[in-house]
């Protein structure tokens, strides 16, 4: 979808971190009320992943930021795909995808928590932002 369906379904504005115009190639988008916690990566004009790092905010599965690695083993068991974190030699990313590895959830995991959810096409798979 586009920022400016996403705006009409989540009834505020949408605005980058600095308020500066949008990068339709590749920037964050911060609902400017409600949805503490949540952002939206464009890329292309297109929103392809959104990140949650707010605890009252769950996915369809009911996990949220806060629920411990046991937690997510009980609810997707050998559907889970882990890796390592790129910079926290304890930390871990758990991944659950979808149609072929197309969509997908991955869990960033810290201290046996999960610290953010994110979800959407293989960028979720991105560690810095748009790379």
């Not at 600095?18 to 890329?43: I, N, T, W």
């Not at 949220?64 to 937690?71: C, H, Y």
């Amino acid at each position: 979808m586009t920022p400016s369906e996403a705006t009409g379904l989540m009834g505020t504005r949408l605005r980058t971190f600095e308020g500066r115009a949008l990068d339709p190639s590749c920037d964050h988008l911060y609902p400017e009320k409600g949805f503490e916690g949540l952002s939206l990566m464009v890329q292309n004009g297109k929103i392809t992943r959104i990140v949650i790092s707010n605890p009252n905010i769950q996915t369809l599965s009911g996990i949220k930021v806060g629920d411990s690695t046991a937690r997510l083993k009980q609810v997707f068991g050998s559907r889970l795909e882990i890796e390592q974190h790129k910079y926290d030699d304890h930390g871990f990313y758990y991944f659950v995808w979808e149609q072929g590895k197309r969509f997908g959830v991955k869990f960033e995991i810290g201290g046996d928590r999960v610290t953010e959810i994110y979800a959407g096409d293989e960028s979720i798979q991105y560690v810095e932002g748009c790379a």
